[in-house]
């Protein structure tokens, strides 16, 4: 007991009294032998003292207290013994404070260390957030610079394409009028009253013309920027299609044979009378356009289920099936239109005014067989 460095303290299994010790313990305690010989154990280890038919070793961490009130941290370990006649409880226990230090010293680093780390993580959190914000607001401006270089090489096509059909569209009636305006001007007093009155109508038909095409481009231009408005009514469908092949008769020089079947029970539809007139004008002024002289176009109104729809049908030149795709975009005309005049802004208005009222366009069209416009509109 004398020579090792562990203290002991053997006590009295019955009394709880310390009745030996030795010097490691004496040391630790920092008291005299005999200061504490006599005492209970329990006042310098505090936790209950083993049973004293016990015989099983107990070891836990533990404390030491010493009599001026410090206390030392300690591996305890007690057991109860017998010698001779009589029951002892040996305890022995270490002086742990130097590894318990550490162990607090590891602690406290580890705190700090997972502090460390979660500011740190709160820190790379933000800055992931930041540059996805980044990413995301660039991505943003890289589409919306996307947008508006295509948007802008749209209206550069437009204003190309534009300049182009002025050019060429609005030459020959302003051509007309130049020249009789001219020619009145010229011979003023020397022409009929029948003579001025023929080359002052044909003055009024360029003007015509050059309106039509000056209120397509303003359609066009519009449907874009969704200016124009759509008012919703009930009109009679069969009087109106009946309108516009009276109009198309009237002004057909080629004179077409133009056949009218009408199945629609009841003739009233919900739609904008406007839009619908400009979708029949200008398919039909496209069927006379592109068919022979004195050719066949059929327009079969029918209803089909919730749906009105509207067919015109030519025997003229067709649609190459690589234009086809194109047919509805403005400006675009077919490769096989030769001298036929024209804008390409007519099927573009028709797509866009069937559109405006929730409806649908489909075409179907062989090349020097014909063409055929299906067009089907909501009942509401």
């Known amino acids: 007991m004398d020579s090792i ?73 007690s057991v109860t013994a017998n010698f001779g006649s009589n029951r002892r409880v040996v305890h022995s226990f270490i002086d742990i404070s130097e590894r318990k230090n550490s162990e607090d010293a590891l602690l406290r680093a580890n705190l700090q260390l997972e502090e460390r780390v979660k500011e740190r993580t709160t820190e790379l959190n933000d800055l992931i957030l930041k540059l996805t914000n980044e990413i995301t607001e660039r991505e943003r401006a890289e589409e919306a610079a996307r947008i508006a270089l295509e948007r802008e090489k749209e209206l550069s096509e437009l204003k190309s394409n534009f300049v182009s059909m002025v050019s060429h569209e609005f030459r020959t009636p302003l051509t007309t009028i130049l020249s009789y305006t001219q020619i009145l001007q010229l011979y003023k007093g020397k022409w009929t009253e029948e003579d001025e009155e023929k080359y002052l109508k044909n003055i009024q038909i ?25 008012n919703l009514r009930v009109v009679n469908l069969f009087e109106i299609g009946t309108s516009v092949i009276e ?54 109104i029918y209803r089909e289920n919730n749906k009105a729809i509207i067919e015109v049908k030519d025997y003229g030149i067709g649609i190459p099936a690589d234009s086809i795709d194109n047919v509805f975009e403005s400006f675009r005309r077919a490769e096989n239109v030769g001298n036929i005049s024209g804008t390409g802004l007519g099927l573009a208005i028709v797509k866009q005014s069937v559109d405006l ?13 014909g063409t055929t416009f299906t067009v089907k509109l909501p009942i509401q």
């Open 247 to 300: 109009e198309l008769r009237f002004s057909d020089a080629n004179k077409h044979n133009i056949n009218y079947k009408f199945d629609f029970i009841g003739s009233g539809i919900r739609t904008d009378e406007k839009l619908l007139r400009q979708i029949l004008v200008n398919l039909l002024s496209n069927a006379a356009k592109y068919s022979p002289m004195n050719s066949d176009i059929d327009v079969h």
């Open 5 to 77: 460095q562990t203290g002991i303290l053997i006590s009295d299994a019955e009394t709880n009294k310390i009745i030996d010790t030795n010097p490691a313990a004496v040391e630790l305690l920092s008291e005299s032998r005999d200061t504490i010989l006599g005492k209970l154990h329990t006042l310098y280890l505090p936790e209950p003292s083993l049973h004293s038919e016990d015989t099983t070793v107990q070891k836990a961490e533990s404390i030491l207290y010493k009599s001026n009130g410090e206390s030392i941290p300690i591996i305890q370990t």
């Open 206 to 230: 360029a003007v015509a013309r050059m309106t039509d095409l000056l209120n397509d481009v303003l359609f066009i231009g519009s449907s874009n920027t969704g200016a124009i408005s759509v």
């Open 357 to 369: 009222i929730g409806g649908e366009i489909s075409v179907k069209s062989d090349v020097e067989v």
